[in-house]
Each structure stands twice: as C-alpha cells, then as structure tokens.
T-cell receptor, first 112, second 116 residues
C-alpha cells in the first residue's frame, strides 16, 4: 500500500497565484485532514473531512478551500497565495472508528 | 475546546540515558491521546495511542506513555535513548469536539537532542 501520497513535495509560488496541493490515500479511510506546520507552532488544522461530500473548517481555514468528491482524494486549494502561507503542509487520514492518523510526507510551499 | 501543552521546547539527553517528555492536555471528558515522532524532512509517525483501559500504553521503538487523569498528563518515556531517537515529538489530544469527529489537536512539539 502507498498510504497517504502528497504532491508536489516542493513548490514555489508568487504572491497572488493559485494552486492545488494533492492528497490521495488508498486505505479506504473515511477521515482526512489538512494541517500546516510552522516553526514553534506545531501542527494547525486547516480543513478536515469525515467522508465523501462532507468537509468542515479547522483552526486556520482562511485562504484555503477543500472538496471531497471521492473517499480517496482530498485536495487543498490556495485561492490567492500570500507569503503568510509559506509553510509545510501535511495531509493525514484514518478510519472513522478509531486509530491514529497516517500522515503523508508533506508539501513544502514557499510564497514569494 | 481541547488543547495540548508540551512545556519543553528542547530536551537534551545522553545516549543510554532515560527520557521523559511531558504532555498536559485540556479536555472535559476522557480524551483520546497520541504521541507522534517526526524525523527531519519527514511526515509524522504514530508512536502510541491511548483510547481507554490500561493507563500505561506501550508503543513502537521501545516507547511507553502513562495516562494520568488526575494530572491531565500523558508523558512519554523511554528507559534508554538511542542516537536514532533524535527527532521532534508531538503530543496530540482528540475528543468530541468539532461535531464529534475526533480530529486531533497537536502540541507545539519537543525537539529531542541526543548526545553521544
């Protein structure tokens, strides 16, 4: 099994550009989440989904959009990139009935 | 709301010494608790989790953690640290917040430095 796959691994954007961070899992997990990791801040929840067609906001949702049309995929869209969105982004998934999250290897995004 | 505090930003130990990383949580009911480890440039790996039952939880790589309800703590321990344990460690708590979806909230992490 591939687990949780995130693409791209690295990305540089100019301020105002838009892009989509891809996340796919092959474990049939119902729950999926996006976190951002900044130095000294730990991981902060951006958006999450408890199943296909169901999404909700986390702690820091502004500037980001998500959708969940299939169980496997949970893309994160940056609508108009800002330097404050420079961060490492992690996607994670788990079964609804319990267990810890399985994390992807992350996308390092720089906005200039 | 749920929250996690990891009081130590950095911990330095000598190889072979014992280790304890502190974690305090805030949640109104019995929480789900987790410890994750992150090596440089990598994603997070689950070390262990507590859902219910025995308050002493065994994990991978020789780690264990003890849930103490009276102290709202879930400290991570290892009797003898190896150089390969140098990494960032995150404690996380989940519960019935966010509509009962049990989405974890993470602490800010503790960086473990191991001296030879």
């Amino acid at each position: 099994n591939a687990g949780v796959t995130q693409t791209p691994k690295f990305q540089v954007l100019k301020t105002g550009q838009s892009m989509t961070l891809q996340c796919a899992q092959d474990m049939n997990h119902e729950y999926m989440s996006w976190y951002r990791q900044d130095p000294g801040m730990g991981l902060r929840l951006i958006h999450y989904s408890v199943g296909a067609g169901i999404t909700d906001q986390g702690e820091v949702p502004n500037g980001y959009n998500v959708s969940r049309s299939t169980t496997e995929d949970f893309p994160l869209r940056l609508l108009s990139a800002a330097p404050s969105q420079t961060s490492v982004y992690f996607c994670a998934s788990r079964f609804r009935q319990g267990g810890g999250y399985t994390f992807g290897s992350g996308t390092r995004l720089t906005v200039v | 709301a749920q929250s996690v505090t990891q009081p130590d930003i950095h911990i330095t130990v000598s190889e072979g010494a014992s280790l304890e990383l502190r974690c305090n949580y805030s949640y109104g009911a019995t929480p789900y608790l987790f410890w994750y480890v992150q090596s440089p440039g990598q994603g997070l790996q689950l070390l262990l989790k507590y859902f219910s039952g025995d308050t002493l939880v065994q994990g991978i790589k020789g780690f264990e953690a003890e849930f103490k309800r009276s102290q709202s703590s879930f400290n991570l321990r290892k009797p003898s640290v190896h150089w390969s344990d140098a990494a960032e460690y995150f404690c996380a708590v989940a519960g019935g917040a966010s509509g009962g979806s049990y989405i974890p909230t993470f602490g800010r992490g503790t960086s473990l430095i191991v001296h030879p």
